[in-house]
């Protein structure tokens, strides 16, 4: 049974960084498909950044050049680095799994940015 733990959110004044965990138990995390996804309050969740098994990565175009998004296969662990933190990037933060074609979520991680 897969089973993802996001942490790492918290309050945070703007132009601060914070950096986001995910981590992966009960599968074989190395060849899996992981993204971030954000769902700020009123809004529908969206695609922040994915990362390929290989590590080949995509940013969504609002984060990009300030979120990164990068991968641990020893710890299965995923992360997302978020610099130059604006308030419109406060949201929970889920992390996703791709596995045989099925997804899989966290529960997520709340991040405000405010001052």
């Known amino acids: 049974q897969v089973q993802l733990v996001e942490s790492g959110g918290g309050l945070v004044q703007p132009g601060g960084s914070l950096r986001l965990s995910c981590s992966a138990s009960g599968s074989i995390f190395s060849i899996n498909d992981m993204s971030w996804y954000r769902q700020a309050p009123g809004k529908q969740r969206e695609l922040v950044a994915a990362i390929t098994g290989g590590g080949r990565t995509n940013h969504a175009t609002s984060v990009k050049g300030r979120f990164t998004i990068s991968r641990d296969n020893a710890k299965n662990t995923i992360y997302l680095q978020m610099n130059s933190l604006k308030p419109e990037d406060t949201a929970v933060y889920y992390c996703?799994?791709?596995?045989?074609?099925?997804?899989?979520w966290g529960k997520g991680t709340l991040v405000t940015v405010s001052s």
């Open positions: 996703r799994m791709t596995l045989y074609g099925h997804y899989h």
